[in-house]
């Protein structure tokens, strides 16, 4: 279990920027670092230093917050690589396991190595009996989301052997705890508020046909894992499992800069996702399918996206990084059709609104202007739906996958000598000082 994450790295060039401050006249050199490919970066980590001056980035629309080797992203050309290798041929040809190794520690695994990692994540996806009282504290109407966050945050009380985060060792074995019982986790947050049975894991069984099996068996009988569904699961886990330096990934590696441990950490990174501007979309974009309801009601909510004096928007389109078509949805677009029928859903009226959707979208200007593509909650889903998850878990699956994402990042942070605290500035823009006034005299 102790093997290790490559280390980030990142190269000084012989560039420079040159900043002149107009006030003074004076001028300053600032590094420029290149790496393996994707925009260099000028390196402010002198600047407050020799010119009493921040940035000013809100968003961090141009700001690297850390070097990393784990994912690629070309937002213009609509390319994402996981170490290396491109997207699409990790959903062809890969099984989430496989990516989930390549994530963690660098490198797609040879069938010994494999095994040995398949072996490890099953024998620990059993979650601590006592946490099964825990789900009993929560409403029967609670959002699996909310069950999640509190859940996996509370995984620190229940696994004090793996929170030292000094501890190579245990650091990795948090790691495999959290890959491994997040479906579990994930299941018994669906099946909870249905008042269902929790439905024990399976070693005979891939991590996706246990996460199925968990999720729709009952203990009445036997549940028939159709082949279909375990696939279309196992690419959408892996389409889900990175993505660079998110809102959710950054807030784990915030979390995680002040040495907080590994399970607090996800567990703030599963509340940054939750949003629906975030993993919150998948569920928005069935939701708003729904209200447009019927082809001729698109042009009116086309409209209404275009409209700055109303606060709707198109969910599942646009996206921070990619202005162009996000890979992940093209590959879902593809199978979405396939999934469908080998699920034998004939003529799926929300995605025939989606496609009718997203074919309008692209010729409107105002879209096209703003390079505003469908990303990949707008088909995701559709295909969820169709294997049988109510809108509400849609955000949980994607915090399934994200784990190993986020795990991965976590590690790397913690083994990057140059990692500090992330404590960003601000400009202060309220009073300046003023004398107190006692409060009968307000
Ligand atoms: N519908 C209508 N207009 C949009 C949309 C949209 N979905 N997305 C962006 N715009 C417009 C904005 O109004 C803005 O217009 P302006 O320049 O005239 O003010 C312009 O496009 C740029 O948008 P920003 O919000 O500034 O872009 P930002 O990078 O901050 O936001 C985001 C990206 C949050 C994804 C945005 O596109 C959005 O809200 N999309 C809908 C929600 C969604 O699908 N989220 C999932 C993201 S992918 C993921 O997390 C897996």
């Given at each position: 279990?102790?093997?290790?994450?490559?280390?980030?790295?990142?190269?000084?060039?012989?560039?420079?920027?040159?900043?002149?401050d107009?006030a003074t006249?004076?001028?300053?050199?600032?590094?420029?670092?290149?790496?393996?490919?994707?925009?260099?970066?000028?390196?402010?980590?002198?600047?407050y230093g020799?010119t009493g001056m921040f940035t000013y980035d809100p968003g961090f629309?141009?700001?690297?917050?850390?070097?990393?080797?784990?994912?690629?992203?070309?937002?213009?050309?609509?390319?994402?690589?996981?170490?290396?290798?491109?997207?699409?041929?990790?959903?062809?040809?890969?099984?989430?396991?496989?990516?989930?190794?390549?994530?963690?520690?660098?490198?797609?695994?040879?069938?010994?190595?494999?095994?040995?990692?398949?072996?490890?994540?099953?024998?620990?996806?059993?979650?601590?009996?006592?946490?099964?009282?825990?789900?009993?504290?929560?409403?029967?109407?609670?959002?699996?989301?909310?069950?999640?966050?509190?859940?996996?945050?509370?995984?620190?009380?229940?696994?004090?052997?793996?929170?030292?985060?000094?501890?190579?060792?245990?650091?990795?074995?948090?790691?495999?705890?959290?890959?491994?019982?997040?479906?579990?986790?994930?299941?018994?947050?669906?099946?909870?508020?249905?008042?269902?049975?929790?439905?024990?894991?399976?070693?005979?069984?891939?991590?996706?046909?246990?996460?199925?099996?968990?999720?729709?068996?009952?203990?009445?009988?036997?549940?028939?894992?159709?082949?279909?569904?375990?696939?279309?699961?196992?690419?959408?886990?892996?389409?889900?499992?990175?993505?660079?330096?998110?809102?959710?990934?950054?807030t784990?590696?915030l979390a995680?800069?002040s040495?907080a441990?590994?399970?607090?950490?996800?567990?703030a990174?599963?509340a940054s996702?939750?949003g629906?501007?975030?993993?919150?979309?998948?569920?928005?974009?069935?939701?708003?399918?729904?209200?447009?309801?019927?082809?001729?009601?698109?042009?009116?909510?086309?409209?209404?996206?275009?409209?700055?004096d109303?606060p709707?928007?198109?969910?599942?389109?646009?996206?921070?990084?990619?202005?162009?078509?996000?890979?992940?949805?093209?590959?879902?677009?593809?199978?979405?059709?396939?999934?469908?029928?080998?699920?034998?859903?004939?003529?799926?009226?929300?995605?025939?609104?989606?496609?009718?959707?997203?074919?309008?979208?692209?010729?409107?200007?105002?879209?096209?202007?703003?390079?505003?593509?469908?990303?990949?909650?707008?088909?995701?889903?559709?295909?969820?739906?169709?294997?049988?998850?109510?809108?509400?878990?849609?955000?949980?699956?994607?915090?399934?996958?994200?784990?190993?994402?986020?795990?991965?990042?976590?590690?790397?942070?913690?083994?990057?000598?140059?990692?500090?605290i992330g404590r960003p500035r601000q400009l202060y823009t309220g009073e300046t000082k003023r004398d107190f006034v006692p409060m009968d005299q307000r």
């Open positions: 279990m102790a093997q290790q994450t490559p280390m980030a790295k990142s190269e000084s060039t012989s560039d420079t920027v040159t900043l002149v107009n006249g004076k001028r300053f050199e600032l590094p420029v670092l290149g790496g393996s490919e994707g925009p260099r970066v000028i390196d402010i980590r002198s600047l020799e629309t141009s700001t690297a917050s850390c070097d990393s080797q784990i994912t690629f992203i070309d937002g213009d050309d609509g390319i994402l690589r996981h170490r290396g290798y491109p997207i699409e041929d990790l959903a062809e040809n890969c099984d989430f396991l496989e990516v989930a190794h390549m994530l963690l520690f660098g490198e797609l695994p040879d069938r010994a190595t494999y095994e040995k990692f398949a072996h490890d994540i099953t024998y620990h996806t059993m979650v601590h009996e006592q946490l099964l009282y825990f789900y009993r504290g929560f409403r029967r109407d609670a959002h699996p989301m909310a069950i999640m966050v509190g859940v996996v945050g509370a995984l620190s009380a229940f696994y004090h052997d793996s929170t030292d985060i000094s501890d190579p060792h245990q650091c990795m074995v948090a790691s495999y705890r959290l890959i491994a019982k997040m479906p579990t986790i994930a299941a018994m947050a669906f099946k909870y508020p249905m008042g269902q049975p929790f439905m024990y894991p399976r070693n005979d069984l891939s991590y996706a046909e246990n996460f199925l099996y968990m999720t729709f068996a009952v203990p009445a009988e036997e549940y028939h894992i159709s082949p279909v569904l375990a696939r279309a699961m196992e690419r959408i886990l892996i389409l889900h499992a990175d993505h660079e330096q998110n809102a959710s990934t950054s784990v590696r995680g800069s040495a441990n590994p399970f607090a950490c996800i567990a990174g599963i996702l939750w629906p501007a975030h993993g919150g979309a998948n569920e928005a974009v069935l939701d708003m399918l729904t209200e447009i309801g019927s082809k001729d009601q698109i042009g009116e909510f086309i409209n209404r996206a275009k409209d700055k109303d709707f928007r198109l969910m599942g389109f646009g996206h921070r990084v990619y202005k162009n078509y996000d890979p992940r949805a093209a590959v879902l677009r593809k199978s979405a059709h396939e999934v469908l029928d080998e699920l034998g859903v004939k003529d799926e009226p929300l995605l025939e609104l989606a496609l009718e959707l997203e074919r309008i979208a692209l010729e409107d200007d105002y879209f096209v202007e703003k390079k505003l593509f469908p990303n990949v909650d707008f088909y995701s889903g559709i295909i969820l739906r169709a294997m049988g998850f109510p809108n509400s878990m849609f955000t949980v699956l994607f915090a399934l996958a994200r784990t190993v994402g986020w795990v991965a990042q976590w590690n790397e942070m913690i083994q990057d000598p140059t990692q500090r």
